[in-house]
């Protein structure tokens, strides 16, 4: 089935380490996005990729690194995690601008 | 920059009852509007959008919302609710060169 593909879909890390959350998808979409979730604030943008090669800054890059290496994958990197990262993170990804986004089904990670 | 509010946190109702969830934006420019909805330990799924054109927008599942300009409003309706429909509802706006902006969400509980 055509989609976004998370992983891992859950994990508790310790403050001060590294991990990066991966993200593949199969549509061939050329933009990508990774999201995070926290209760009354709604999903906000973190890092995002219009094409392969190039990548921008969403409303909350601090703490986060991304890289779009190939069309299908796009890895969002914590370099040494904090308890304010604790959160669900969402990949997504479209065609085009406008394009409807579609979404992975998250990562739950917790940062202690 | 656009903004979005999305006017109830959690909006309880009784099956086969009919539910408006409130959303308004604020934009300098033109904008495109999107209604999500993420059913629990998934991702967000495409509802509607409205792009151009007439500002009565028909989604899936029964639901629809309007597009009015002079109240800055892009209101989801559905006349009769189901189980089913628990979920939370995300508006979102977005304006060309501009990425998805998302509200903080809608509680939808369908209660029997």
């Known amino acids: 089935i055509a989609g976004i593909t998370q992983a891992p879909t859950s994990q508790i890390l310790a403050a001060g380490r590294r991990m990066t959350l991966r993200c593949t998808q199969d549509?061939?979409?050329?933009?990508m996005y990774w999201y995070r979730q926290d209760l009354g604030l709604g999903l906000r943008l973190i890092h995002y990729s219009n094409t392969a090669g190039t990548t921008g800054k969403g409303e909350v890059p601090d703490g986060y690194s991304v890289s779009r290496a190939n069309t299908d994958d796009f890895p969002l990197t914590l370099a040494s995690a904090v308890p304010s990262q604790t959160s669900v993170y969402f990949c997504?990804?479209?065609?085009?601008?406008?394009?409807?986004?579609?979404f992975g089904n998250g990562t739950r990670l917790t940062v202690t | 920059a656009q903004s979005v509010t999305q006017l109830d946190s959690q909006v309880p109702v009784f099956e086969e009852a009919p539910v408006e969830l409130r959303c308004n934006y604020s934009?300098?420019?033109?904008?495109?509007l999107f209604w999500y909805v993420q059913y629990p330990n998934q991702g967000l799924q495409l509802l509607l959008k409205y792009l151009s054109g007439s500002t009565l927008v028909k989604g899936i599942n029964g639901f629809e919302a309007e597009f009015n300009k002079s109240q800055t409003s892009f209101h989801l309706r559905k006349p009769s609710v189901h189980i089913s429909d628990t979920a939370e509802y995300f508006c979102a706006v977005s304006t060309s060169g501009s990425r998805l902006t998302f509200g903080e969400g809608t509680q939808l509980t369908v209660n029997p």
């Open positions: 997504a990804s479209s065609e085009v601008e406008l394009s409807p986004l579609h």
């Open positions: 934009s300098s420019v033109s904008v495109y």
């Open positions: 549509m061939r979409h050329n933009a």
